[in-house]
């Protein structure tokens, strides 16, 4: 069985949808009754930010509201979205948070609906992420509820390809929330593992390949969650407050709704708005622009390929490296620098950089002198790295067979 990750990447399941066209009308007889919205609201101060998203739908869809908070019902009540007919304010306990909403206070509900949707609030939990925390919320919201007419569209996706079964937003890119592309399990693989075993779901958790879905935000066919729904949950069943930041039962649910999906025969995939997919790939590629920058300053990468072998070749070079008291770099351009930043990374560095002239380049870079290679005595303590592109590496090999016939200590740099 193939890890979800693997199948999200080999289908492309990724939704780019309009929100100013409807792409496939969804008639209002197959919406009513059949599609819910469950939104979690906390924080009192930030309402307003949900407010416009919440108006976005549309009034054949029901909206079931839970708060543990009083004056958050007293002024959604105010609101228009509040004062409709099928929008249902639920009182719930805090805690379990947004992940006790939709399993808890509305769980029963939720199992009458063909299709739906669960939001919640977040707030940054320190001033210096509050622009990212904006971001991620935007990430979230947008891509569930971007108008009237991409929820319609959302809807006529699941109609069209009954093998989906989930659809979330993708990882945002910000400038702190490093964790989504590097590591999204964080500390809680072993307990979304046991969470898996509890549930008995037949599919791949792989702890090298990171989670479809982060954020507890989605649109959902019922039955590709209908496993996490079965489930009696009660609000004991989640860790009390305040809530770790990590390796809780909340955070295990958070991460593993693609592989109850994957169980019930479903496919998951990401959905962004048309505009919001737009300011995402910018911010993927200022985000590659920027990491293969240091890659290449700092380690001596410079393309993707480049990442999955470059452990075995730093090991290989520094194997070769611990023959030979005396070690120079033949190159003082872009690969000889490459070959520094792998060495540097190895905790070492050259003897020397050599050049086939010196007149032409600084005396020293970064504090490692420059020779040319008929200023150097070659000897069997010496070894060469050569770090020239491979149209000159040829070239640079007869440059040193013209000073030195003998000498073999030759690594080429690949």
């Given at each position: 069985?193939?890890?979800?990750?693997?199948?999200?990447?080999?289908?492309?399941?990724?939704?780019?949808?309009?929100?100013n066209t409807k792409l496939n009308r969804v008639s209002s007889d197959l919406k009513k009754g059949k599609a819910a919205v469950c939104i979690?609201?906390?924080?009192?101060?930030?309402?307003?930010?949900?407010?416009?998203?919440?108006?976005?739908?549309?009034?054949?869809?029901?909206?079931?509201?839970?708060?543990?908070?009083?004056?958050?019902?007293?002024?959604?009540?105010?609101?228009?979205?509040?004062?409709?007919?099928?929008?249902?304010?639920?009182?719930?306990?805090?805690?379990?948070?947004?992940?006790?909403?939709?399993?808890?206070?509305?769980?029963?509900?939720?199992?009458?609906?063909?299709?739906?949707?669960?939001?919640?609030?977040?707030?940054?939990?320190?001033?210096?992420?509050?622009?990212?925390?904006?971001?991620?919320?935007?990430?979230?919201?947008?891509?569930?509820?971007?108008?009237?007419?991409?929820?319609?569209?959302?809807?006529?996706?699941?109609?069209?390809?009954?093998?989906?079964g989930l659809l979330t937003p993708p990882y945002p890119v910000t400038e702190h929330f490093s964790t989504f592309y590097m590591y999204a399990?964080?500390?809680?693989?072993?307990?979304?593992?046991?969470?898996?075993?509890?549930?008995?779901?037949?599919?791949?958790?792989?702890?090298?390949?990171?989670?479809?879905?982060?954020?507890?935000?989605?649109?959902?066919?019922?039955?590709?969650?209908?496993?996490?729904?079965?489930?009696?949950?009660?609000?004991?069943?989640?860790?009390?407050?305040?809530?770790?930041?990590?390796?809780?039962?909340?955070?295990?649910?958070?991460?593993?709704?693609?592989?109850?999906?994957?169980?019930?025969?479903?496919?998951?995939?990401?959905?962004?708005?048309?505009?919001?997919?737009?300011?995402?790939?910018?911010?993927?590629?200022?985000?590659?622009?920027?990491?293969?920058?240091?890659?290449?300053?700092?380690?001596?990468?410079s393309w993707i390929g480049e990442i999955d072998s470059y452990e075995s070749k730093v090991q290989e070079m520094l194997s070769f490296v611990?023959?030979?008291?005396?070690?120079?770099?033949?190159?003082?351009?872009?690969?000889?620098?490459?070959?520094?930043?792998?060495?540097?990374?190895?905790?070492?560095?050259?003897?020397?950089?050599?050049?086939?002239?010196?007149?032409?380049?600084?005396?020293?870079?970064?504090?490692?002198?420059?020779?040319?290679?008929?200023?150097?005595?070659?000897?069997?303590?010496?070894?060469?790295?050569?770090?020239?592109?491979?149209?000159?590496?040829?070239?640079?090999?007869?440059?040193?067979?013209?000073?030195?016939?003998?000498?073999?200590?030759?690594?080429?740099?690949?």
């Amino acid at each position: 069985m193939d890890n979800v990750y693997d199948i999200k990447r080999a289908k492309n399941l990724n939704y780019i949808l309009p929100v100013n066209t409807k792409l496939n009308r969804v008639s209002s007889d197959l919406k009513k009754g059949k599609a819910a919205v469950c939104i979690h609201l906390h924080y009192l101060d930030t309402i307003e930010t949900y407010l416009k998203y919440m108006e976005m739908i549309p009034d054949s869809i029901d909206i079931f509201v839970t708060f543990s908070n009083n004056e958050v019902k007293e002024v959604l009540q105010k609101a228009a979205v509040g004062s409709r007919k099928n929008c249902r304010f639920i009182n719930k306990q805090n805690r379990g948070r947004d992940i006790s909403a939709f399993l808890v206070a509305c769980r029963r509900e939720l199992l009458q609906y063909e299709y739906i949707c669960f939001l919640h609030d977040k707030k940054e939990k320190k001033s210096i992420y509050k622009k990212d925390t904006d971001a991620w919320i935007r990430c979230l919201w947008e891509n569930m509820l971007g108008s009237e007419e991409y929820i319609d569209n959302i809807l006529s996706v699941f109609l069209e390809n009954s093998a989906l079964g989930l659809l979330t937003p993708p990882y945002p890119v910000t400038e702190h929330f490093s964790t989504f592309y590097m590591y999204a399990w964080g500390r809680n693989f072993d307990i979304t593992k046991e969470l898996s075993e509890r549930m008995k779901l037949k599919c791949n958790l792989d702890i090298a390949k990171p989670p479809v879905t982060l954020g507890t935000v989605f649109w959902a066919r019922t039955a590709a969650l209908k496993k996490l729904f079965e489930i009696e949950w009660e609000y004991e069943s989640f860790d009390q407050e305040p809530l770790k930041e990590d390796g809780t039962l909340s955070h295990a649910i958070e991460r593993i709704l693609a592989y109850v999906a994957q169980d019930a025969g479903f496919d998951s995939g990401w959905v962004m708005t048309d505009q919001y997919a737009g300011v995402h790939f910018e911010n993927m590629q200022h985000a590659l622009k920027t990491a293969f920058n240091k890659l290449n300053s700092a380690l001596g990468i410079s393309w993707i390929g480049e990442i999955d072998s470059y452990e075995s070749k730093v090991q290989e070079m520094l194997s070769f490296v611990k023959k030979h008291e005396e070690l120079y770099i033949y190159g003082a351009g872009n690969y000889g620098m490459r070959c520094l930043a792998m060495l540097r990374n190895g905790r070492t560095s050259p003897t020397a950089f050599l050049v086939s002239d010196s007149s032409n380049n600084p005396k020293d870079i970064q504090g490692i002198p420059v020779y040319s290679i008929k200023e150097v005595e070659l000897n069997p303590r010496c070894g060469i790295v050569v770090g020239v592109a491979e149209a000159y590496r040829e070239d640079v090999i007869q440059a040193i067979r013209n000073k030195s016939p003998e000498f073999s200590n030759i690594y080429l740099w690949k």
